[in-house]
């Protein structure tokens, strides 16, 4: 009789399999069952940065047109950054800056030397990229928030992820559109704002959705909600558009994604690949 040995000479050839191999086989070993109702809340993360996206970008084509004044852009974001920078602090009553051990002074302090910084070099910024195109400096603007979108860690564990990448792409295409306002001032209070949007209001979000999952769903409808108003303002067949994409993503991907995993055929079994899983880190010593 074969025996699955390999210290034995048997008289069989070295590919010989008896009627038991298949008696091992398993199928779907690891494949996870998702429910609706948690990967719509998962795809928040998606529909905020898009409509991160979709504000700044009109923020930007607000002050172009002379719509919007650089000191009210800077008032109101002062002040949502004010009641952001509370609101991070009661959402956990500060047990995350106990940890982190990092005070309320020295925040303060990289706000004024940013602010300083960025407002010292603005007059820089606004003629940073004079010998440009526009047409060049709108799709260079493009490409960068669409990487920035491509590379954000939405909370997955994917070599593809990668903040770092993700924000500088993003403050990338707001100097290039800074760029292209009137003035100097325009400049400083856009990059400042791009850098409210883009790198501070992500952590509020993070912090809101491990904490308060209610709030957090409120505040992701109520933001789009603002991102669709003000894209109907300048475009309704845009908001059209914007609002069907944000309800495929939050809606209609959640179900095809459940849908596709009843097709999922993994098979395992004794063919796969050993994993050792006894701790050898004692040999390590």
Not at 146 to 168: C, K, R
Request: a positive charge.
């Amino acid at each position: 009789r074969w025996q699955k040995v390999l210290y034995e000479r048997q008289p069989f050839p070295d590919n010989y399999v008896d009627r038991r191999f298949l008696a091992e086989l398993r199928k779907n070993v690891h494949a996870r069952q998702y429910r609706y109702g948690a990967v719509v809340f998962q795809s928040g993360a998606v529909v905020q940065q898009l409509c991160s996206v979709c504000v700044f970008v009109l923020t930007w084509w607000y002050m172009d047109a002379g719509v919007l004044s650089p000191q009210r852009l800077f008032g109101a974001a002062l002040l949502s950054s004010l009641l952001g920078y509370i609101l991070f602090d009661a959402v956990d009553g500060g047990a995350g800056r106990w940890e982190s051990g990092r005070t309320r002074w020295a925040d303060l302090q990289s706000t004024l030397v940013f602010a300083a910084f960025t407002y010292g070099f603005s007059p820089v910024l606004k003629t940073l990229t004079e010998s440009i195109s526009t047409d060049t400096i709108y799709a260079m603007s493009a490409l960068m928030l669409l990487g920035h979108l491509i590379f954000f860690d939405y909370g997955a564990n994917a070599a593809i992820v990668s903040s770092t990448l993700s924000l500088n792409m993003a403050i990338f295409a707001s100097v290039c559109l800074a760029s292209r306002l009137p003035r100097s001032l325009h400049a400083f209070v856009m990059v400042t704002f791009a850098m409210q949007i883009f790198a501070l209001w992500p952590m509020l979000q993070k912090k809101l959705k491990a904490r308060t999952p209610r709030c957090y769903v409120a505040v992701t409808v109520l933001f789009a909600l603002a991102a669709l108003a003000g894209l109907a303002t300048v475009s309704s067949v845009g908001a059209v558009l914007f609002a069907s994409l944000l309800l495929a993503i939050s809606c209609l991907c959640p179900y095809c994604l459940i849908r596709l995993q009843l097709l999922k055929d993994n098979i395992h079994g004794p063919w796969d690949e050993a994993v050792i899983k006894e701790d050898l880190s004692r040999f390590l010593m």
